[in-house]
């Protein structure tokens, strides 16, 4: 019967067990599995057989179940106190919980960028002015006070997303404007910048759009163009004898992945009509 080799080397252990040995040499930087011994003079690392089963779990914790190396040398330590063990446990299958949610927020709206791409692209865009009937949405939004012109230096997608994976919207930002701030200055300042969620976004500040009747003029952006836009719809108002709030809206998707500029992308000045 062959005798079973008491060490390997670092080396034969790689090769064995088919990890690299880097991987190795991490867990015995971190305290996780040291070897059973170091050669004084070369520094070689040499393990025991039965340290191949440790390795095996400390592989299937990390690999399989994700567990982070850091908790699994808490799980793997020599207290193994039941209650601790399923404290950790716990907080594991929350962290995989909260990682599953983020998955299924970023999948969604994937799927809705490959819906876009699909069906949108090839639709000729309507530029008319028509009016609609919308339903209450919730904004979050950041407010402000400066130029359409310069909307890039002060708001970014992430800082208005960031953590929202429960959201079950469409992904739209909106930014918002006042026709009395127009009016009186002749320019377009940004009032305001956010998101649609139907979950509450920590650190922005909240505002139901009601439902109602809006006019709505679809338009290519640019800052040009969403002036003009404007001033289309207020000509309009005009013309037609209709009552406008004093709020616009601004509405686009987050992200249009076949665009190269914000100036690909197709949006909507909404105004709620008064009656």
């Known amino acids: 019967m062959k005798k079973i080799k008491k060490l390997y080397s670092i080396g034969e252990v790689s090769q064995i067990l088919n990890i690299p040995t880097k991987a190795l040499r991490n867990y015995d930087q971190l305290n996780l599995l040291k070897p059973e011994q170091v050669d004084v003079q070369t520094k070689y690392r040499y393990y025991s057989y039965d340290q191949f089963f440790t390795i095996d779990v400390i592989r299937y914790l990390n690999k399989v179940l994700f567990v982070p190396l850091e908790e699994i040398r808490e799980l793997m330590g020599e207290n193994k106190d039941h209650q601790k063990l399923q404290k950790l446990l716990e907080a594991h299958k929350n962290q995989l919980d909260q990682k599953i949610s983020e998955l299924e927020y970023s999948k969604q709206f994937t799927e ?4 876009d791409i699909k069906y949108r692209e090839n639709r000729d865009e309507e530029i008319l002015i028509h009016e ?36 079950r919207e469409n992904n739209m930002m909106c930014t918002l ?42 338009f290519l952006y640019s800052e040009e163009n969403c002036l003009a836009a404007l001033r289309n719809l207020i000509r309009y108002s005009l013309t037609h ?12 998707r987050m992200v249009k992945v076949s665009a190269n ?11 709620m009509r008064k009656f």
């Open 112 to 115: 809705e960028l490959i819906t």
């Open 241 to 252: 004898d209709i009552r406008l709030d004093d709020t616009v809206y601004l509405i686009s």
């Open 132 to 167: 609609e009937y919308l339903l209450s949405r919730n904004l979050y939004y950041k407010e402000l006070d400066v130029s359409i012109y310069d909307l890039d230096k002060h708001v970014s997608r992430i800082s208005i997303d960031s953590g929202n994976i429960h959201n």
């Open 261 to 271: 500029t914000k100036y690909d992308y197709y949006m909507d000045l909404q105004i």
């Open 177 to 218: 404007y006042s026709i009395a701030d127009y009016e009186k200055s002749q320019a377009l300042n940004v009032k305001g910048f956010g998101i649609f969620s139907d979950k509450k976004i920590p650190g922005l500040k909240s505002k139901l759009i009601p439902e109602g009747r809006y006019l709505n003029q679809h």
